[in-house]
């Protein structure tokens, strides 16, 4: 069954630092977003890619995060100066309308 | 902006019983519905949706019900397992040309005991 893959599973950087998590959609999917979800808290919504652009973007994504589709398999979440409120962990989905399928996540943890 | 609420943030359920999960949202043009399952350490498993020209839909062992009169969305699952303890949340989604706008609840703990 096709599922989408999310790298590094864990990543810890130092406060100010760039990261950038990958995900690997579902090939036939056109729709991507990005979430994340602070330890014991609800999964929150950052941002969904459709046609090479960003279609809807929350509160949350602001001018420190980016994302790209720099090729025809990976979905990139950058963040360019992290700070410790970024600890969380992000997923990744993709759908082709309806189902949304999601990743295992990328724990990122900012010291 | 829309916000979604659940009414129990936990609940613990006999196996073999039968298990109802609530979410309450605000937006009434929402038109679209998911249930999500999280265990532990991973990522949102879809379950079942529902469109908002609904009021029912079936799956295996789970039954999605939506009453738009009073913007409440139920889960129910049928002779609950231990391998339905997880944690569950309802997605409301506004859908345009452009992609859906996802608003999640913050979920209800089910723990299933033997």
């Known amino acids: 069954e096709p599922e989408v893959t999310q790298t590094p599973s864990h990543q810890v950087t130092q406060m100010g630092q760039e990261v950038i998590l990958r995900c690997v959609p579902i090939?036939?999917?056109?729709?991507f977003y990005w979430y994340r979800q602070i330890l014991g808290q609800k999964v929150e919504f950052l941002v969904s890619?459709?046609?090479?652009?960003?279609?809807?973007k929350s509160e949350i994504f602001d001018d420190q995060f980016s994302v790209e589709r720099p090729d025809g398999s990976n979905f990139t979440l950058k963040i360019r100066s992290t700070k410790l409120e970024d600890s969380a962990m992000y997923f990744c989905?993709?759908?082709?309308?309806?189902?949304?399928?999601f990743g295992p996540g990328t724990r990122l943890t900012v010291t | 902006g829309e916000s979604v609420g659940l009414h129990l943030p936990t609940l613990s359920v006999q196996e073999g019983d039968n298990s109802i999960i609530n979410c309450a949202y605000s937006?009434?043009?929402?038109?679209?519905f998911i249930w999500y399952k999280q265990e532990s350490g991973k990522g949102p498993q879809f379950i079942i949706d529902?469109?908002?020209?609904?009021d029912k839909r079936q799956g295996q062992r789970v039954t999605v019900l939506l009453n738009k009169t009073v913007k409440h969305l139920s889960l129910q699952i049928a002779a609950t397992q231990p391998g339905d303890s997880a944690v569950y949340f309802c997605?409301?989604?506004?859908?345009?040309?452009?992609?859906?706008?996802?608003?999640f609840g913050p979920g209800t703990r089910l723990s299933v005991l033997p």
């Open positions: 090939s036939n999917h056109l729709y």
């Open positions: 997605a409301v989604i506004e859908e345009d040309n452009y992609g859906q706008n996802f608003v």
């Open positions: 989905a993709s759908s082709f309308k309806p189902e949304q399928y």
């Open positions: 529902i469109r908002s020209n609904m």
């Open positions: 937006n009434s043009a929402s038109d679209y």
């Open positions: 890619f459709y046609n090479n652009e960003i279609s809807e």
